[in-house]
């Protein structure tokens, strides 16, 4: 199972930028879905996150500018981010729980991180 992220790059404050990531290889079921992301020297932290019936969440920071989505048919979530600010510049990373198998338990797989730079 991959995780392939894309759509990261460099914009300026108040642009916009969608990123994507689409699951790929023997996939039983994708439970949530989320968006992550890690500045310099700073923590990971979660951006948003989707269930697989479409609730969302998000952190204070990006409330009202981000939107997750998902298309399940396509194995893929998407971040649309509005209204970029200097501080959301970070490497994102999409995060899944993924069943590849009606016998095993779920697990936790990441794409490997796309980065987003916003300019003042």
């Known amino acids: 199972v991959q995780l392939q992220a894309s759509g990261g790059g460099l914009v300026q404050a108040g642009g916009s930028l969608r990123l994507s990531c689409a699951a790929s290889?023997?996939?039983?079921?994708?439970?949530?879905m989320g968006w992550y992301r890690q500045a310099p020297g700073k923590q990971r932290e979660l951006v948003a996150a989707?269930?697989?019936?479409?609730?969302?969440n998000y952190a204070d920071s990006v409330k009202g500018r981000f939107t997750i989505s998902r298309d399940n048919a396509k194995k893929t979530v998407y971040l649309q981010m509005n209204s970029l600010k200097p501080e959301d510049t970070a490497v994102y990373y999409c995060n899944a729980d993924i069943i590849i198998s009606v016998l095993r338990k779920q697990d936790d797989y990441w794409g490997q991180g796309t980065l987003v730079t916003v300019s003042s």
């Open positions: 989707i269930t697989s019936g479409g609730s969302t």
């Open positions: 290889g023997s996939i039983f079921r994708i439970n949530d």
